[in-house]
């Protein structure tokens, strides 16, 4: 039962913005907003989270709809190291699982 | 620091037998999160430690799944015996909640089952 949806496919072309939009209608009040990207071969990686706010860190900003329902994670300026699998999460806050979505795979063109 | 490990990195097994996955959380991370993703899904929720204590664990597929955490350190992960639906890719997670409601999750590479 997947609680996000996003795009199954995104490209960027290098050094540009970048933004990944995912949609969580059914998001409850005690969710957080988590994204992480998966590398090749390697385990989910954290980005960033939100539950009302806008958020920024050193990777990369986090949208966030007024009324929750959608967000949008940006990243300035893309780099090659960027194209990976983003995942955007419902985190629950009383249980702390994730629930993973379907994920965009992001591709960098040079 | 070192980050989250697990092993073996790839496992390839027949059906019927047993595997055993282990990983070794970052070190002072009480929480431990065992999720996996079979071919073509998501990836999924298994279960969660608290130290040695089983949080969580409305996840786990059947009772084919034992998970331990003796001691609260490492965790190991035992599919006895093992079908062909078991394949994919199992990660395990670690964190330690701060104060103020973050918590982020630390992955470990996975371990790649495979049953033929």
């Known amino acids: 039962d997947a609680k996000t949806t996003q795009p199954n496919s995104m490209e960027s072309n290098e050094e540009e913005p970048v933004h990944l939009p995912c949609n969580h209608s059914t998001i409850s009040g005690t969710d957080y907003i988590h994204w992480y990207r998966q590398l090749p071969s390697q385990g989910p990686e954290y980005v960033i989270h939100g539950l009302t706010s806008n958020v920024n860190n050193r990777m990369a900003s986090l949208a966030i709809a007024e009324d929750r329902k959608s967000s949008t994670l940006i990243l300035h300026r893309a780099t090659l190291r960027d194209a990976a699998v983003y995942y955007c999460?419902?985190?629950?806050?009383?249980?702390?699982?994730?629930?993973f979505g379907t994920g965009t795979r992001l591709t960098v063109i040079p | 620091e070192a980050g989250v490990t697990q092993f073996p990195s790839h496992s390839v097994i027949e059906k019927g037998q047993t595997v055993t996955l282990r990983c070794d959380p970052i070190?002072?991370?009480?929480?431990l999160y065992w999720y996996r993703r079979v071919m073509g899904k998501e990836i999924k929720f298994l279960l969660h430690?608290?130290?040695?204590?089983?949080?969580?664990e409305s996840g786990m597929p059947n009772n084919r799944f034992l998970a331990e955490r003796t001691g609260g350190t490492y965790s190991t992960l035992k599919v006895q015996p093992a079908e062909l639906e078991d394949s994919g890719v199992y990660f395990c997670a670690s964190s330690s909640r701060l104060a103020g409601g973050t918590d982020t999750q630390y992955f470990g590479p996975g371990t790649r089952l495979t049953v033929l």
């Open positions: 070190s002072g991370h009480d929480n």
């Open positions: 430690f608290v130290k040695e204590s089983k949080q969580d």
């Open positions: 999460i419902l985190r629950d806050y009383v249980t702390n699982n994730l629930f």
